[in-house]
């Protein structure tokens, strides 16, 4: 049992010793202040009290319905809602069959979704003869959604850390049963294992950015920058990549010129820079152009990175900012990512105030972010 029931179970005991010091308006007032749903049955599980919290847990669209709803176990509302019917027949059994018995059960919900999580307990009277049942519900629909993704977090993040560590044992087993002494062989495998400790390193720092900024752990370290050095030290990280596969990477730099100075965090700007135009390069045909464009708006900086590449499905559009999101159809998987970067870029702009969304059809995509301009 939880130490939030002990409580409440505690309380209630008291206030039955105590209620010829209470008046009915009193001990109602009480129970109707509880956030916890609660319900009292005497022994024949009629309804004694429900308070308003278990109302609107039951019934949110219509909280008055949840009198009806409780009277009649096997009324149709709450069966439409539970998930696993078979669970609310079973709960209701064993107050029947063994009703000194405490117990506690988790029941979902559709329509919306929830998880309640149900305590009950026999109430007993001040000669410790069982009067009724007290059943406590806790909404813990928030707390169960977070467990589970963060389960699938760590999932996903094992399986991609999975694939570099397998390649580097077998490019290591390799060198040791023999290809160390192949020079030319030697010298392909190193290359491929300094390709996947590289990968390997990415994957651990950006696990500990997302770790971090989900923590609420991440503090910007704001100062002045001049516009033109950001946008210039991002080129310069992405200028090998664009070279290697043809691809112009421009920016009007006598208009960033007239910008002067911004205040951000210097390494978390550069992060999503990088990232967003790595992401331009890498989708975008060879001869094709990625390109940033930055404006003053309404006491904001607006970045732009625009790129005449593939373009995003329309159906990917509302999942691109999600962990581990990564489009397959019409992608070369060798240039797919860990697809943590979009999730990182987002919560740096979050963290420094601004907002993202992306744009895109075939042969044009444009990301645009901001943050404020600051003083």
């Known amino acids: ?92 059994e064993a107050l029947k069959k063994e009703p000194a018995l405490p117990r506690s059960d988790i029941i979902e919900l559709k329509n919306p979704k929830q998880i309640l999580k149900r305590y009950s307990s026999p109430l007993y009277d001040k000669k410790e003869i069982q009067s009724g049942h007290v059943i406590i519900y806790h909404d813990i629909t928030t707390e169960a959604e977070n ?18 560590v397998t390649t580097i044992k077998v490019l290591l087993e390799s ?18 294992l300094t390709t996947e400790v590289e990968r390997l390193e990415q994957l651990v720092n950006n696990l500990l950015d997302i770790t971090r900024y989900e923590a609420g752990e991440e503090k910007l370290n704001p100062a002045k920058l001049k516009l033109t050095k950001v946008i210039k030290d991002a080129f310069n990280t992405i200028i090998p990549l664009a070279k290697q596969r043809n691809i112009n990477v421009i920016a ?89 970067g979009l999730t990182i870029v987002k919560h740096a702009v979050s963290i420094h105030g601004g907002e993202i969304y992306i744009q895109s059809r075939p042969g044009q995509t444009t990301v645009t972010f901001t943050i404020p301009e600051g003083k």
Do not use: W
């Open 1 to 92: 049992m939880s130490k939030l029931f002990e409580n409440i179970m505690s309380f209630l005991r008291k206030i039955s010793y105590t209620s010829s010091f209470l008046t009915k308006e009193e001990l109602e007032s009480i129970l109707n202040c509880m956030s916890e749903g609660l319900i009292i049955y005497n022994m024949n599980l009629d309804p004694v009290f429900i308070n308003p919290s278990l109302a609107q847990m039951l019934i949110p669209r219509n909280p008055a319905a949840t009198g009806r709803l409780i009277v009649n176990p096997d009324d149709k509302i709450l069966f439409e809602r539970c998930v696993n019917i078979a669970k609310i027949k079973e709960i209701q």
């Open 147 to 164: 467990e589970h993704l963060r389960t699938e977090f760590i999932a996903t993040a094992s399986h991609e850390l999975r694939t570099p």
């Open 175 to 192: 060198l040791i049963e023999g290809a160390k002494d192949e020079p030319e062989l030697k010298d392909e495998f190193l290359t491929d």
């Open 252 to 340: 009007d730099f006598r208009k960033l010129t007239s910008f002067g100075m911004i205040l951000a965090d210097k390494l978390r700007l550069h992060q999503i820079l990088v990232n967003l135009l790595t992401n331009s390069v890498k989708f975008t045909p060879a001869g094709g152009e990625v390109r940033v464009d930055v404006q003053k708006k309404q006491g904001l900086i607006e970045f732009k990175v625009s790129d005449t590449g593939i373009g995003i499905p329309q159906d990917a559009l509302p999942h691109i900012f999600d962990k581990f999101f990564r489009i397959g159809n019409g992608r070369d998987s060798s240039l797919r990512g860990s697809g943590l």
